[in-house]
């Protein structure tokens, strides 16, 4: 059972629309990163996000924790070719002694056509 | 923010034949490194995490005497790749835990013949 359920895995849209991955899981998290991830390079992280409720905007990238820390979404509006990747979700579980080991979730290949 | 490097950034090797990869940071002390594998398309998967001076704790379902980990140096983890196999084709990604984040490596990627 994946840990984190990343949804959805495959997303193909037209330059200008609006679009929203999301993060699920039943463990409660005390951080949760959002990464993008170019073919053959490492993933980049785009935000933490470490207080329930909390709310990061960046550009046109908008990223929620649930207020539970167990969920979150990211929002992208106006989707431009350039945000074409491979989106990944990824937390620290609460409460254990992992070193700081992140779970990721399946991740989102998002494709933006012009 | 923090830089990790991986070398090489891409190996072909013959079957049966070992390869090692060096991960290093550049300008922060990882205590640990984490070690990932990641398929065409799919998310990355942890193989292990490496402390310093100590042994790497492998995740469930991955061979230790396979996928040699050392960590001997606060800014350098060594995976080895032991009588690589075509089925051990795949993205190799470490990472050093900084102080706030992880900071991930670019990469490596590993073609077995």
């Known amino acids: 059972t994946q840990l984190l359920e990343q949804s959805p895995q495959f997303l193909s849209i037209q330059e200008g629309e609006n679009l929203t991955v999301y993060c699920n899981s039943s463990?409660?998290?005390?951080?949760l990163q959002w990464y993008r991830q170019e073919p053959g390079e490492g993933p980049v992280l785009l935000v933490t996000v470490v207080t329930g409720g909390e709310v990061k905007k960046l550009k046109r990238l908008t990223f929620q924790f649930g207020d539970a820390r167990k969920d979150s979404s990211l929002h992208i509006t106006a989707a431009q070719p350039g945000d074409t990747g491979l989106y990944l979700c990824?937390?620290?579980?609460?409460?254990?002694?992992?070193?700081?080991?992140?779970?990721f979730g399946q991740g989102t290949i998002l494709t933006v056509h012009p | 923010g923090a830089v990790v490097s991986q070398h090489p950034s891409w190996v072909i090797c013959k079957s049966g034949t070992s390869v090692k990869i060096e991960c290093r940071s550049l300008d922060f002390q990882a205590t640990t490194m984490f070690w990932y594998r990641q398929f065409p398309k799919q998310s990355l998967m942890l193989m292990a995490t490496?402390?310093?001076?100590?042994?790497?704790?492998?995740e469930q379902g991955v061979e230790k005497d396979k996928f040699l980990i050392n960590h001997a140096s606060l800014t350098l983890s060594t995976l080895t790749v032991t009588s690589a196999h075509p089925e051990d084709s795949s993205f190799y990604i470490c990472s050093g835990r900084g102080p706030y984040e992880q900071y991930f490596g670019p990469g490596t990627r590993l073609t077995v013949t």
């Open positions: 490496s402390n310093e001076g100590s042994k790497a704790t492998y």
């Open positions: 990824a937390g620290v579980e609460a409460g254990g002694t992992s070193y700081g080991k992140l779970t």
């Open positions: 463990s409660v998290f005390s951080s």
